[in-house]
């Protein structure tokens, strides 16, 4: 058995092993949920600290949940978001809360590689759990899409998912590629505007698309990744309206993929913008299951860190 | 039996037995306290979430004691009062905290309306209570008050009650009236400056005062409502003190209500504006009592719409 | 046996048995965590609210540990830091949370004698706590740093400690003043630049010096203080460069100190200002000890004001 997991801040490099586990688990978790068990006890005593050095209700919350429904306290370490720590004034914010007793810290900040430096200065027995880092890396989501597709299909050695958007910035999308990677999805494709592409080297065995009609075509699951609007800036596209015409998700698209294709998005939505609000709440939409996989595959990854 | 509520929306349309029951119950829970019952757990497992578009410490931190109280957890989801979330954009955040598996949502919001919208948007068992929406209900406060008036006086059908300011722009005074209409108050008086002052037609069965000397001769409760500093542009008075000189209650008006005249109001208070802090702090100031029966009323409510 | 306390708002004329029942409680409470017990229920169906006027997350925090690791709920009154609540309107405050049946307020507020007033104000049995209060006193901070010491050096009556800094604005220096003598310490040194000195009748038990070479001499224990960049403009000291070569602790200063000087900082610490970074991070430092003992000295209050 793969060993257990102290920290988590990358999918990348994880085994294969590891990853299925805590999918495993997860679904375990929302089968338990589903026959009325709300709330468990296995993380009684153990307290949890969100320390968000970027606003994001919905993850935080996500996260907060997942502790709470094991039984764990949770504190939210209200740092400021005017407050960019880094270095050794970071550092010394993380001593103060292992100084504390604390057994995880789950951070969000907009510097890659802030979560990995958090475990390499830790004196203690803490947990690291990473909610996002500059575009580095967001491994809970990763996971939760990996378990949201394998819920549909899991014929993963067969299945074709198009990742289409700003690639180049997104955190998402790099966990996606990775965990996607990792349990053997047949083929992964990007899509987006060139500056939005991220080169050809980073992931030589994804194909790279720049028309979306065609690395829609007999896909099995598109991922639509929110556009920042502060990007429109950097593409050759007149305005939003023009963008959607390019790289949006109509029924039009839709109909280009396999039968039944799952339509995916890591929230919150720009309707009109990435996605056609029809597809956003349609019957193929995956979007509010992806919501609900994130509390349980947060319960399995707190579980894994944290258990005795 | 009046069905089980699933949702408390407004206070409008209650059936009698429905508010009686909820006053009851909150009774109850007061004389359990008084007892020394400080915590229950028929809520244990269940997540309640703040959702308030706009800022209000005091009637959140009521909602959550009274959440805790009964053993659930709670979750404050910071939304930032910048937002103005409606349309899709709320109701794409209502369908991702009901993904997230939450049991009842507690949501305050500057639009009229709002809390009705969600429950008709709403996709799962998810129960909302409306925590106060524009001037349109805040349908705990008309539940507190009743409760705070059926404590003293429990004849409603001698009663007479003035509610005193700005009832135009006022959600207690509308789930005030709502309350005590329903359960039977003998006679409602409505006081205030004509621009702030009701339709006619809203409520028909009550008596509308433009001198709060006549409104509250012989009154048996006499509630102040606060005035929004940025509402003395619209009414035809120089300045505070000349509002307080109108429409303040001090010891001389209150000296014209029936003899133990219950003094009330929503707070927080603005001493020598609408009330003089000597009536506030005064015998027959019921402020405190409101307060407290806050909490009993929102464990009542949350009760109600939460057990299985 | 003292009387058991019911508010702790400042160390002054507490009895030595009292302060030491509190530090002999924080410190079996440390013991038990290091054999495993993670949490207890000592305050179960107790409410303990965080009432912050003054942002201090790290305070705040481990007030919140604590209030939790004995089993209480904790509710985080988020006032605003632009409100600058007093008179009326905080005892109003007050009055509307002790209608809410609170248990215990911790109060942070940069008005000195706040937590006092509402000691005097109070109309139920809640508890006020302390959590520093302007340039007056933080009575846990002088308490953990008592415990600090006494772990390493109970010998109290052979110990000479300084304290360096701002010591006319701190309240961290007047609780540990306090503490300190009253519980016996043989010498306490005073060092800082004139005008951030208190005056010689403040405590005239203690030795006031200008050079901080002379006060560490043969010292104990040192306890640094934040200097507040705003500060720098009231005294005689071109940058802050200057100060550090006055007032900061290095290497150099450290040495002229008893063999084994404790190292302490009520943090944060501006590295490099009032301490060297090797100083802060060396084997003599104490001062994630002190974030430690923190949590334990806060839970022990609690206990005490709360227990049953």
Do not use: W
């Amino acid at each position: 058995m793969s060993p257990r997991l102290r920290h988590l801040t990358t999918l990348e490099h994880l085994p294969r092993e590891t990853i299925e586990r805590l999918l495993d688990r997860a679904e375990a978790l929302r089968d338990a949920c589903a026959h009325g068990t709300r709330k468990l006890d296995v993380l009684a005593g153990r307290t949890v600290l969100n320390l968000f050095f970027e606003p994001s209700t919905r993850t935080r919350t996500s996260f907060e949940l997942a502790a709470r429904r094991l039984g764990a306290d949770v504190i939210n370490f209200d740092i400021g978001f005017s407050s960019t720590s880094k270095g050794e004034e970071l550092f010394d914010t993380l001593h103060t809360l292992e100084a504390m007793h604390l057994d995880a810290i789950i951070v969000r900040h907009k510097h890659s590689g802030t979560p990995d430096e958090l475990v390499r200065h830790a004196m203690s027995g803490v947990s690291v759990i990473n909610a996002g880092d500059g575009n580095r890396a967001h491994p809970t989501q990763g996971l939760l899409d990996a378990l949201t597709i394998r819920q549909h299909r899991p014929d993963f050695d067969n299945l074709t998912v198009v990742i289409c958007g700003d690639i180049r910035h997104s955190r998402v999308a790099r966990s996606d590629i990775h965990a996607f990677s990792t349990l053997g999805i047949k083929q992964i494709r990007l899509c987006g505007p060139t500056p939005l592409m991220p080169t050809a080297e980073e992931f030589p065995h994804c194909r790279h698309y720049d028309d979306f009609d065609a690395a829609i075509d007999g896909a099995d699951a598109v991922i639509m990744l929110r556009l920042q609007k502060e990007r429109m800036a950097s593409i050759d596209l007149p305005d939003e309206a023009a963008y959607f015409a390019h790289y949006g998700l109509d029924q039009r698209r839709l109909a280009r993929a396999a039968k039944g294709c799952l339509v995916m998005h890591p929230g919150p939505i720009n309707r009109g913008i990435e996605i056609a609000p029809d597809v956003a709440d349609g019957a193929q939409s995956r979007i509010l299951e992806q919501v609900g996989n994130g509390v349980f595959v947060r319960m399995a990854v707190l579980n894994e860190v944290l258990a005795r």
